[in-house]
């Protein structure tokens, strides 16, 4: 596929090379997409897995191996001026996005009782508001082929101890349903996939053991099980699946 042919897509929150983000850029660039990507090291600086400095520039020599252009950016999605700059920087580079891969997430494990406002605007500034700029951003620019356009955001239905994080994912899905409908005379498909628990390094030994048990497939769920799916959903074949709440997590309990 020539350069020139290839189709842009962007894909949020690529910043450590054992996501499902990561993974996802790879996989779209094999399938013949040239790819921007944004990630956010000040996040993953305050996680517990630690900043993965050298992962955008090896995600970008890696997709650029398989035949993509590529672009990544460092993002602050909490930042509602973030959106237009991002869309701006990557039209630039790469020309008119035809897929939108909302992958970031701001997520803090707290309950009902010890979450602080603070930290609950964080999350709903970061999952659900930056989902809603991004979206109509993607949708006032858009300009591909009727048909070809595609959005996914990556949710959740953790609440339970995890209250901010789960709430603001919950509102990303009903964003993402919402366009479905809402850009469908552009042409475009918008999904949810919920991947359920998958093995992306913030899991400790003891907790991938009892997870896994959860699943009648007995084991975890794994970066690329989730790319495999984003990838059919922005092929033409994946063209008639749209308004979807996907639970793409090997059937757990």
């Known amino acids: 596929m020539s350069a020139a042919s290839r189709p842009s897509a962007l894909v949020t929150g690529a910043g450590r090379s054992a996501g499902i983000a990561a993974t996802v850029v790879l996989d779209l660039a094999r399938a013949g997409w040239d790819v921007a990507f944004t990630y956010w090291t000040p996040y993953d600086a305050r996680m517990r897995w630690g900043k993965d400095p050298g992962a955008p520039g090896e995600l970008r020599e890696a997709a650029s191996s398989l035949g993509a252009r590529t672009f990544a950016v460092e993002a602050d999605l909490s930042d509602p001026a973030v959106p237009a700059q991002l869309f701006d920087s990557v039209e630039g580079e790469l020309g008119n996005v035809t897929a939108l891969v909302l992958c970031h997430a701001e ?78 005379h552009l042409g475009v498909t918008c999904n949810a996939i919920n991947p359920g628990p998958t093995d992306t390094g913030w899991m400790t030994e003891e907790q991938k053991a009892e997870t896994a048990g959860y699943t009648p497939l007995g084991r975890l769920g794994v970066p690329q099980d989730c790319a495999n799916l984003v990838t059919f959903l922005c092929s033409a074949e994946g063209g008639w699946i749209n308004g979807q709440l996907l639970n793409s997590n090997g059937g757990i309990g």
């Open 107 to 184: 997520s803090v494990d707290s309950g009902l009782l010890d979450t602080t406002v603070e930290s609950f605007d964080l999350h709903f500034a970061v999952n659900a508001r930056a989902t809603w700029l991004l979206i109509r951003e993607y949708g006032l620019r858009f300009r591909g082929q009727h048909g070809t356009g595609r959005v996914v955001s990556l949710t959740s239905d953790h609440t339970a101890g995890n209250l901010p994080y789960g709430a603001s994912k919950g509102a990303m899905d009903r964003i993402t349903l919402a366009a479905s409908h809402e850009l469908a």
